[in-house]
C-alpha cells in the first residue's frame, strides 16, 4: 500500500508530495508542527495538541488554514488513508508562499502538510529497556513553548547524543538547570521519592504526554513538583525519564556515562508508564490544556 500525505487541499502519493521552492517554512523556518500520537486507532491527547496548536499560531501570527474542526477531521482522515492505527500523525502549518522577503506576507495563505506513518504499537515491555542521556548548552532561541519548526540546535544535539551512544541530549540552560531534551521532557525521581519535572515557561515545550503524566500523578496519589532541576540534582537522583508522544515514558538510566541510581529502570519509572498508558487508555489525553507557557 502506498503512503497518502495531505498537501493544500489535496491527498497526493507521499513519493510525489513536494511544496513551493518559497514556501516560508522552507526558507524562514516560518512555521509550527504536532505530533500526534496514534494508540489502537485512538489519537492521544488531541484536544491538547490542538490547544498547543493554538497557541504556537497565535505567539506568531500565522492564520489557521482551515477550521480546527476541519483539521481535525483531515488528521484522522489521513490516519485513515494510511491505515495507520498505532504510529504518528504530522502536522505541518506555515505562512505560506511568498516572495522570499523577511516581513509578514501581506496576502499569502497558510499552508498545511499533514502525514502519517506507522510505529510499532506502544509495547510496555520494550519501553522498560532504559536510554542514555548526555547533556548539552541549551542554545536554542528563548521561546519553547511554541513548537517551530526551526529545529536546528534539536537536531544537532539529538546527533551529538546519537554519536556519543545515547538516546537523548538533555539541554541545560545558563543556571545549569536541565529545561527539557531536544524532543522530549525531562524528568528525575527525588531521594524521597518525588517527581520532578521542569514547570511550564517559555524554557520549555509543555508536553502532551507531560501533562498526562502529571494529571495520572495527581489520581494516583504521586507526590510531584514542577520546578527545574539541575544536572548536579539529576546526577544524584533515584529515577530518570523523558516523555514524549514518541517515546512516551522512557526510563533514563545515565547521564553523561553515569549511572543514575541503580542503573535499572526505576521503580516509580516503571509505574508511571502503567499509570500514563492506563490514562490515556481511559482519559483520550490530559484534560488540563489551557498552559502553554
Ligand atoms: N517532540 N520538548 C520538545 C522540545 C519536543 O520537541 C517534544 C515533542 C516534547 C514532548 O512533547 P509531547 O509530549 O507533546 O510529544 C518536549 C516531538 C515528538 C517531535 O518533535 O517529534
Known sequence: MSRIAYVNGLYVPHREACVHIEDRGYQFADGVYEVFSLHRGQMIGETGHMERLAHSLSELQIDWPVSRRALSILTREVARRNRVRDGLIYLQITRGVARRDHPFPENAESALVITARRLPALDKQALRSG??????????WKRHDIKSVSLLPNILGKQQAREAGAYEAWLVDDDAMVTEGTSSNAWIVTKDGELVTH??????????????????????????????????????????????????????????GKTVGNGHVGELTARMLDLYVEFIEGKGGPSKTDTWN
Open 199 to 256: 514547570n511550564t515557561s517559555q524554557a520549555i515545550l509543555n508536553g502532551i504526554t507531560r501533562l498526562s503524566v502529571l494529571e495520572a500523578a495527581a489520581e494516583a496519589g504521586v507526590k510531584f513538583s514542577e520546578r527545574p532541576f539541575s544536572v548536579e540534582e539529576a546526577l544524584s537522583a533515584k529515577e530518570a525519564f523523558i516523555t514524549s508522544s514518541t517515546s512516551h515514558v522512557k526510563a533514563v538510566t545515565s547521564i553523561d
Open 131 to 140: 536510554v542514555g542521556v548526555i547533556t548539552l548548552p541549551d542554545i536554542r
